[in-house]
Every structure is written in structure tokens, then in C-alpha cells.
């Protein structure tokens, strides 16, 4: 029977779609327990590949026989084989082209709206929970929290017929690493961080504080800084156009910010607190909340996007709702996940003080999204 091979794209797209697929994943358990491909619609099996060295003729009965199945490991080569050894026994099978790595790259863009003179678009990483923003008007184009797939902003880009203008990090990323510098060195771009969170970085930059608003397009929007301390102490959030608010780390659509990832959780949860329960209680409820993140395939919506209604969230969020000061204390502090893999590398990367190459970048990535608190 036939082997097919799938890209990242080809499962961005049933993973949106809500497609029906078995997925065999051929790594060890640990890695498969710690990070798979995310899908409500997905059925999973965990077999490592060494344990079908000898062969797959007894897991064959355990495969469905009306699913498209899809095989998965690290890199592609597991994966590759094991698929070759299914179809010998009979079987219509996929595999993964470059692994679990390049599902961790992918980045899926989505058309959040559109703008005086132009759109905004969401780049949905569904395998690292990562979202990126380019918003676009009269030629220009500004990119919010861009991934370290540069390509992809530029050629984007380029497809647009823009010129990338301005490039913005919410914050000093500790998860994921930044693009931002990169495409701005390419295109000649102002680049802008918050300078509380740059105290130790060793590259120039434009200084981006509470209250800072650049025009974009002949100054047709603006994209106006909001000062969010809480997940880092320099946390900005930005509203575009009267209508957006990109939140970066601070807010989720289910969850809320952890404010631990610089060592500062018991200094910054009030921080986060005076973010959520004030500066953004001050906000029209009828801006759309577009995180940097999303942790679960709940938040993702039927067209791929993740966004909500500030308004929904003050009602629906739980991290938004809880009175008491002290409680919502001890929920953030004595509720954080594991830290992200290579945290302390990747900031220091985001820095300039550390200039790895990319598969060491995308070793340190490996992983889940682990930025968020949820009850």
C-alpha cells in the first residue's frame, strides 16, 4: 500500500479542520508525554520505535482501518520507516516530514480582521502555542512578537507588496526565540523593546514605553503601548486601531500569566495583579484580547485563530475573577508548571549574549508552551 508524506501544513490544516486522524508516535514516552501534536479531533498510540525493530505485524490490529494515520517522530527518519514497514503489511499510511521539529516551526497565518487601509493577521505556531502579529496598511507593515522563522514575516511580506517599518517584542521572551532583531536587521526596521526588560541586552534598540504610538500606513492606525508589567517587569501590551488589544504574556484567552520565568514570582505577582485588575479593567470591553500565546487547542477557534472579547474574558477567565488579593497571590505562586526547556539560554539569546546556530536554536525550543497560569 501507498506512503504518504505529510508537511507541517498538511496537519495545520486537519488539525484546524477538526479532521479525524490516528497518530502513531514512534518517540520514547517521556518525549511523547512531555509534547505531541495537539488535536481534540486527533487519537493517539504511543509506541517507541525501538520496540518495532523486529517488526509491526502485532501493532497492525491496533491500527483503525477507517482513519488516515499518520506517523510521527523527532526528526522524520523513525517515522519514515516505520511507515514503509506498515504499508508492507497492507497499510495506507503518513509520515511527518521533518518530525516533531518542523511541527514546532510551523507557523499557520490567519486573518484576524481588517484595517484602515490594510489587514491584521495572526501567525499561529499550533506546535509551540506561539502567536506572532503583522498588521498592514497603505504599503507598511509592523510585526508584534515575531518567532525566530523569519522567512515566513518576510515572505509574508513580500506577498503583500509591504514594507516592514517597525518591529515589536512585548517583552523579553524566556520561551521562544525572537525574531524581532533579525528581521529588523534584514529589512531596516526600527526594532522595539521594552527597556526594563533590556537592561542587558547589547544591541541598540528603540525604547518602547507606556504611551509610545507609532503610525503605521501614513499614520492611518496607530499602534498605541500599554506598560502590562507582571509576566516580565517590562511587559507592554499594544492597542491597534481603537479595536485590538495584543496582551503579549500577561492574558490569555483561558489562563493568565506567570511572573516567575526571571526568578521574580513573589516581586512581580502584584505587578500582574495591578496589569489585569486595574490597568486592563480601564480598557473598552469590547477590544479583542490577541495574546502571544495559547495553551490549549480549546482557545484555538473553528478558523485557526485565538482571540476573544476583552469584555468575555472579565466574565469567563478565571485568572481575571478571583476578589481576594491573597488568593490570587498563592493561586500564581503555588500554581506554576515546570519552567520552559533552555529558559535561562533563550533569554540570554534575546540579549545578544548568546549566538547559537539554528538546530541548536531548535533544540532549546523543543517543548511546550509553558507561560501561563491557569487554576
Known sequence: MAVTAWNAADVAKRVIEKKDVFVLDVRNEDAFADWKIESDSFTYKNVPYFDLLDGVEELVPELPKDKEILVVCAKVGSSQMVAEMLADEGLDVAYLEGGMKAWSEHLEPVKIGDLPGGELYQFVRLGKGCLSYMAISNGEAAIIDATRMTETFTSFAE????????????????????GGREIAEKTGASYWLPPAD??????????????????IGETTIGINALYSPGHTIGSTSFVIDNRFLLSGDILFIDSIGRPDLAGKAEDWVGDLRETLYTRYRSLAEDLIVLPAHFMIMDEVQDDGS???KL????????GLNIENEEAFRSL????????????QEIRQTNMGRLNPDDEKKREMEIGPNRCA???
Open 306 to 308: 485565538v482571540q476573544e
Open 159 to 178: 506577498e503583500k507588496n509591504v514594507t516592514i517599518k517597525h518591529v515589536f517584542d512585548t517583552h523579553l521572551h524566556a520561551d521562544h526565540i525572537s
Open 198 to 215: 533590556a537592561e542587558e541586552v547589547v544591541f541598540d534598540y528603540e525604547k518602547l514605553t507606556d504611551g509610545t504610538s507609532v503610525a
Open 332 to 343: 500564581v505562586t503555588e500554581n506554576l508548571p515546570p519552567q520552559p526547556n533552555s529558559h
Open 311 to 318: 469584555g468575555v474574558l472579565f466574565k469567563e477567565n478565571h
Open 373 to 375: 497560569v491557569k487554576a
